[in-house]
C-alpha cells in the first residue's frame, strides 16, 4: 500500500513541475513576440535561456524528494535497470560473467543439498537419539560380529539395559508386478522396529509379537509409503497383497513418507523377522542356519536406553550381562563384549565414526566455497577492467557532483543485477544438476536390477537460503572493492586522463591467475586420463569371446523354488535353450562378468609352500568353458554328469593365472588346493568358514571380470554338481550367422514356456552387460565429472587471464599510446601486452602439468590400461588451455593497440 | 572542487535576489526572473534552469511558501511564491552578510592609479 501511495504521490509533484515549467516558457515566450520577436524564434529563445529541462526537472525531483527512504528506493531502482541495461549492452561479458557464477552457485546448492541431506537433516523419528549395539570379542577387541536372534530377545528382555530395542537386517527381495519380477530392497524386522525409531506408520498396523517368532511366517508386510504413492495411494491397499519370493503377502501396513534408514537409500518393503528363513536371500544369509539359531548372527541391534543411563554406563552393565551369557551359551556366546554407540549412519557390524564422513563433507563444501571465492575474485577484477574503462564516465559524475555515495551505491547495484542474474541462472542449472545426481543414484541402483529404491536429494527451502546468501556474498565480494577503489579517483585526474596510481587490483594478481591455470590443466589432464580409460576399457578383450554371447540372470528362489525344483528347472532349462535355433551352446554359472556381485575365497596350496592367493569361485554347468569359447588349456572340463547332485565330488578347474602362482613348477592337474571361505575376512558376517578340499583336473586361461581388472583373475571352477545355488545366469552362445537379438527373444520365450512366472533379473548381450556395468559407468560418471569441473575450471581461469590483461592494458593505455606515438607499431605494442600474460601460462601450464600427473599417479589405481604420463591426454590438456589463455591474452592485446592508436592521436 | 564552490556562490546570491524579490508580495517564477532583471537594469541576467530548483530548496528550508492561485488578469493558474516570516529574517542576515562582502570586495578594489 504504501509504494503505491509513493508512486502517486510523485505523480503529482511530476505534474506540477510540468505546469510550472509550461507556464514559465510560455510567459517568456510571449514577453518576446511583445517586444516584436517573430512567434517561433520566441519560443526557441525561451527554451534557449532556459536550458536543458529535463536537467532542470531532475535537479528538482533531487531537491524535493531529498534523503528519504523513498529516494533510496527510487535510486536503488533506478541503478538497477541502469544496471541491466550495461549488462545488455555487453551480452558477451554478460553471459561469461553469468556463467562464472551460476556454475559455482550450482554447484555449491548440489554439494549443500548432498551435505544437509547426509549430515545436518535429523534422522526419521528420534534415530539420532537412538544407540546401536555391538558385540565383540572380549580377547580380539577388533572381531565383530553381528547378533543372533536368540542373543537379541536376551539383550532386550533380561540385560535391564534397554527401554526398548529392535532388531533388523536387510535383503533383496522377488516382488512380483504384473508377468515380471523384479528385486526390491527390503527390510526384515522386529516388531517393535518402528516404535523403537519413534516413527508413526502412514497407514495400516505395524508387527505383532507372534508375526516376530522365529519360523512364525506370517505372510504380512509393510510398504513404503513410495510404494503405494506408485499405487496411486490406493484407499485398499492396505489388506492387498503382494506376491514376494513366490508367496502371497498381506499388506497391513504403510511405512511414514519419507522414511529413509540410511543417508540416501530406503527399503521398499519391511517385512516381520518371523519371515526371516523364507524372505532372506541367499546373497543375505550365511549358510542354511535358521533364525532361531544362535549361530546364526543375521541382525543389527539398536534401541533406547533406559532413562538417565548413559553409553558408558551401559557398557558397564552390559558386562554383567556378558558374563552370564559365558555361563549359559558356552558353546555360541562366550567372551563377548557389548559396546552402545550412537547408531551408525549406514548398517554397519561394528561402531563407526561419523567424523571421517563429516571431514569429507566439510571439504566439499570448502572446496565449493573456494571455486565460489575464486569466480567471485575474477570477476571483481573483470569489473575493475570494465570500470577502468568507464573511469572517464565516473570522472564526469562525480565532476557533476555525483556523491562518491551514490557512485558506489550505483556500482553495487550493477554488481546485484549481475549476481542476481547468475544466481537465478545458477538455481537453474543446481535444479537440472539435482535431478542428474538423483537419477545418477537411481542408475547406480538400476543396474543392480533393483526396482524402486526411493532416493532423496532434494532442493530444500535452506538451500534456497544459502543460494540468496550466496547472491549477496558474491555481490558485496565482487561489486563492492572495485566500486570502492574506482569512485576514489580525483576528478581532475581522471578528466585529464592520468591514471596515477590510484588504482590497484583487488587483492588476486598474477599468482592467482597462475594457480588458476595449475588448477584447471590438472583438472583437464585428470578428466583426460579417465576419458582415455574409458575408452581404452570399451576396447579392452576380457580373454573370453565377448560377441555372440547372451547372458540371462534368473533366481528362481525369487519364486519360491526349493533345490530339488531348482535343480530341475535348470536341466529342462539347458535341454530346452540348447534345441534352439541359433544357439550353438548353453550353460550357466553362478557369477557373470560385469557382474554386481563377485564371489571369491582364498585358495591354499596342499604344502602350503606358497602364499594364499585370492581367487574368484564359480558354480558352473557343462560346457561353460565352450559357450564362452575359453579353450581348455590342460586336462578337462566338467562333463555333463557333474551337473548332478554327487556325494563328495571335490573336482575343481583354476584358471592359469591360479595355477602359475600355486604351482610355480610343475604340473597343477591331479593336485589338490583347498579353498577357505567364509570368513570374517572374506567378507563373512563372522560365521565359521568353510574349507574344500578340491582336486584340479582342468586349467583354462584367466579372465578379466570387469573393466577394472588389470590382469586375468585367478579363478576356481567348480561343477553345479557339487554345489548349489538358487542365483545363477544362463551364458548362451550364439552361431555367427544368427540374429543375437532375435535369439534372445526366443531364449526368453522359452524360459516363459518353462514358468511363466520364472524371475528374469536381466536379459542382455554380454557387451550391452560389460557396457552396464557399474566400474565402467563409474568410469563414464567421473570422466564426465572431471572434464565438467575442469571446463568450469578452464572458464574460470581464462575469464582470470583475460581480466589481468585487459586491467593491465587500460592501465597502460596512455603508455602504449605515446610508445606508438613515438614509432612502436601495433606489432611491438601487442607483443609487450602479450608478453606478461604468456609468462604467467608459462608458469601456471607448467605446474599444472606436474599437478595433473600428480593426481594422475595417486588414481592411477582406477586408471584402466592408461598410464598418469599418457601423452594423449596431457597434450590435450595442454593445448585446450594454452590456446584459452592465448585467446584471454589476444583479445585485450588486440584492443590495446586500437585503443592506444587513437589515443596517441588525440592526447599528443 | 572548485567548481562546487562557485556554484555554491552563485547560489547562494540567487537565493538572496529570490527572497528580496519576494519583499513586496507573493510572484511566480517567471514574474520573480522578471523583477530580478529589470530591477537590475537587464545588468543580472537569471539563468531560468536553475530559478526553479532554487526556488524548490528555499521552499523546502521553510523559507517561502507556494500555493497555485489565478493569475489577475488572465484566465489561468500559476504558482504563486511568498515570504514566510522565517524566510523575511533569513533576508535579512543575508542581506547585511552581502553588504559587508560587497563593502569589503569595493575596499579591495579601490581605484587604480
Not at chain 1, 570379542?137 to 540385560?159: G, I, Q, W
Request: charge should be positive.
Amino acid at each position: 500500500m504504501r509504494d503505491l501511495r509513493f508512486w502517486r504521490w510523485r505523480r503529482a509533484e511530476d505534474d506540477d513541475i510540468d505546469r510550472e515549467v509550461a507556464l514559465h516558457l510560455e510567459l517568456s515566450a510571449e514577453e518576446r513576440i511583445d517586444a516584436g520577436v517573430p512567434d517561433r524564434d520566441a519560443r526557441l529563445e525561451a527554451h534557449r535561456q532556459f536550458g536543458s529541462i529535463a536537467l532542470t526537472k531532475e535537479d528538482l525531483r533531487n531537491v524535493r524528494t531529498g534523503a528519504s527512504v523513498e529516494r533510496l528506493l527510487s535510486h536503488g531502482w533506478r541503478d538497477f535497470r541502469h544496471g541491466l541495461r550495461l549488462l545488455r549492452r555487453s551480452p558477451g561479458f554478460t553471459l561469461a560473467a553469468v556463467l562464472i557464477l551460476a556454475l559455482p552457485i550450482a554447484i555449491n546448492t548440489v554439494v549443500f543439498s548432498l551435505v544437509n541431506t547426509v549430515l545436518l537433516e535429523p534422522r526419521a523419528g528420534r534415530t539420532d537419539a537412538l544407540v546401536a549395539v555391538f558385540s565383540r570379542d572380549r580377547e580380539r577387541p577388533d572381531a565383530y560380529r553381528d547378533f543372533s536372534y536368540p542373543l537379541y530377545v536376551d539383550l532386550r528382555d533380561r540385560s535391564g539395559v534397554f527401554d526398548s530395542l529392535m532388531a533388523h537386517t536387510i535383503g533383496l527381495v522377488g516382488i512380483r508386478e504384473g508377468e515380471t519380477t523384479r528385486r526390491a530392497f527390503a527390510e526384515i524386522v522386529s516388531s517393535n522396529y518402528f516404535a523403537t525409531l519413534g516413527v508413526k506408520l502412514a497407514a495400516g498396523r505395524p508387527f505383532s509379537l507372534e508375526e516376530e517368532r522365529p519360523g512364525a511366517n506370517a505372510a504380512v508386510v509393510v510398504a513404503s509409503y513410495a510404494v503405494w504413492q506408485r499405487r496411486g495411494l490406493d484407499p485398499g491397499f492396505v489388506g492387498s497383497t503382494v506376491r514376494v519370493n513366490g508367496t502371497a503377502f498381506t499388506i497391513v501396513g504403510v511405512a511414514p513418507r519419507g522414511l529413509r534408514t540410511t543417508p540416501l537409500v530406503s527399503p521398499d518393503w519391511w517385512f516381520p523377522l518371523g519371515t526371516y528363513d523364507r524372505v532372506i536371500n541367499e546373497w543375505f544369509r550365511d549358510g542354511p542356519r535358521g533364525l532361531e539359531d544362535r549361530a546364526n548372527h543375521a541382525l543389527f541391534v539398536a534401541g533406547a536406553l533406559r532413562p538417565g543411563l548413559t553409553k558408558a554406563g551401559a557398557d558397564r552393565a552390559l558386562e554383567g550381562f556378558a558374563a552370564s551369557l559365558d555361563r549359559e551359551f558356552p558353546a555360541t556366546d562366550r567372551k563377548r563384549s557389548f559396546v552402545v554407540a550412537d547408531v551408525p549412519l549406514n548398517l554397519s557390524s561394528r561402531p563407526q565414526s561419523e567424523a571421517p564422513v563429516a571431514f569429507f563433507a566439510s571439504l566439499l563444501v570448502v572446496m565449493a566455497a573456494l571455486v565460489l571465492a575464486i569466480a567471485c575474485l575474477n570477476l571483481a577484477n573483470l569489473m575493475l577492467a570494465r570500470g577502468s574503462v568507464r573511469r572517464r564516465e565516473i570522472g564526469i559524475r562525480q565532476a557533476l557532483g555525483g556523491g562518491r555515495g551514490r557512485i558506489v551505491a550505483q556500482l553495487l547495484m550493477e554488481g546485484l543485477s549481475l549476481s542476481l542474474l547468475g544466481v537465478v541462472a545458477g538455481l537453474i542449472l543446481s535444479w537440472w544438476a539435482h535431478a542428474a545426481f538423483t537419477a545418477w543414484l537411481a542408475r547406480a541402483a538400476g543396474f543392480m536390477a533393483i526396482e524402486g529404491v526411493d532416493l532423496t536429494i532434494k532442493p530444500s527451502a535452506r538451500m534456497l537460503l544459502v543460494a540468496c546468501g550466496l547472491a549477496v556474498v558474491s555481490t558485496l565480494c565482487f561489486a563492492l572493492g572495485p566500486a570502492w577503489r574506482l569512485s576514489r579517483f580525483s576528478v581532475t585526474s581522471d578528466l585529464k586522463e592520468e591514471p596515477g596510481l590510484v588504482m590497484r587490483r583487488v587483492g588476486s594478481g598474477s599468482i592467482l591467475v597462475g594457480l588458476q591455470l595449475t588448477i584447471s590443466l590438472a583438472l583437464l589432464a585428470v578428466g583426460g586420463l579417465f576419458v582415455r580409460s574409458a575408452t581404452e576399457a570399451a576396447a579392452a578383450n576380457p580373454g573370453f569371446g565377448l560377441d555372440r554371447l547372451l547372458v540371462v540372470s534368473i533366481d528362481p528362489s525369487f519364486a519360491n523354488y526349493d533345490e530339488p525344483r531348482t535343480r530341475d528347472l535348470y536341466r529342462r532349462m539347458l535341454r530346452g535353450v540348447q534345441s534352439l535355433a541359433g544357439v550353438e551352446h548353453a550353460s550357466l554359472a553362478s557369477q557373470v562378468a560385469f557382474g554386481e556381485f563377485a564371489e571369491g575365497g582364498y585358495v591354499e596350496a596342499p604344502d602350503r609352500k606358497t602364499p594364499d592367493v585370492t581367487a574368484g569361485f564359480t558354480i558352473i554347468t557343462s560346457e561353460y568353458f565352450e559357450t564362452l569359447r575359453l579353450p581348455i588349456l590342460q586336462g578337462r572340463g566338467f562333463s555333463a554328469e557333474e551337473n548332478e547332485r554327487t556325494a563328495g565330488s571335490a573336482s575343481a578347474v583354476i584358471s592359469e593365472t591360479l595355477a602359475r602362482r600355486l604351482f610355480p613348477d610343475g604340473d597343477p592337474l591331479g593336485r589338490s588346493i583347498t579353498l577357505r571361505r567364509g570368513s570374517a575376512e572374506t567378507g563373512g558376517r563372522g560365521n565359521a568358514e568353510t574349507r574344500e578340499l578340491l582336486t584340479i583336473v582342468g586349467i583354462v586361461p584367466g579372465t578379466t571380470q570387469d573393466i577394472l581388472d588389470r590382469e586375468p583373475r585367478s579363478q576356481v571352477y567348480v561343477p553345479y554338481g557339487a554345489r548349489f545355488r538358487a542365483a545363477m545366469t544362463l551364458h548362451v552362445g550364439v552361431f555367427a550367422q544368427a540374429d543375437e537379438a532375435a535369439t534372445l527373444t526366443n531364449v526368453l520365450r522359452e524360459l516363459r514356456r518353462l514358468d511363466n512366472q520364472l524371475p528374469v533379473l536381466t536379459a542382455r548381450t554380454m557387451i550391452a552387460q560389460r557396457d552396464a556395468s557399474i566400474p565402467r559407468w563409474a568410469v563414464r560418471t567421473v570422466a564426465v565429472v572431471f572434464a565438467m569441473f575442469g571446463t568450469l575450471a578452464l572458464l574460470i581461469a581464462a575469464i582470470g587471464v583475460y581480466g589481468l590483461e585487459a586491467y593491465e592494458v587500460a592501465r597502460r593505455t596512455r603508455e602504449f599510446g605515446i610508445r606508438m606515438a613515438l614509432g612502436a607499431t601495433s606489432r611491438d605494442i601487442r607483443r609487450l601486452v602479450l608478453q606478461k600474460g604468456l609468462k604467467i601460462a608459462a608458469v601456471g601450464l607448467a605446474t599444472g602439468l606436474l599437478l595433473g600427473v600428480g593426481i594422475g599417479r595417486m588414481v592411477s589405481s582406477v586408471l584402466y590400461r592408461v598410464s598418469p604420463l599418457d601423452p594423449a591426454a596431457l597434450l590435450f590438456a595442454f593445448v585446450v588451455l594454452a590456446v584459452a589463455t592465448l585467446a584471454a591474452c589476444y583479445v585485450p592485446a588486440r584492443r590495446a593497440t586500437r585503443i592506444a592508436a587513437l589515443e596517441a592521436l588525440r592526447t599528443e | 572542487m572548485p567548481r562546487d564552490q562557485s556554484a555554491r556562490l552563485l547560489q547562494g546570491t540567487l537565493d538572496m535576489l529570490v527572497l528580496r524579490a519576494l519583499l513586496f508580495g507573493p510572484l511566480h517564477g517567471h514574474a520573480i526572473a522578471t523583477h530580478i532583471e529589470r530591477t537590475s537594469d537587464d545588468v543580472l541576467r537569471v539563468d531560468h534552469g536553475s530559478l526553479y530548483p532554487a526556488l524548490h530548496r528555499l521552499k523546502k528550508r521553510g523559507w517561502i511558501a507556494a500555493g497555485w492561485e489565478r493569475m489577475p488578469d488572465r484566465n489561468r493558474e500559476a504558482r504563486y511564491y511568498r515570504l514566510t516570516p522565517a524566510g523575511r529574517k533569513r533576508l535579512a542576515t543575508e542581506h547585511s552578510k552581502w553588504r559587508r562582502l560587497a563593502g569589503a570586495i569595493a575596499m579591495v578594489m579601490k581605484p587604480v592609479r
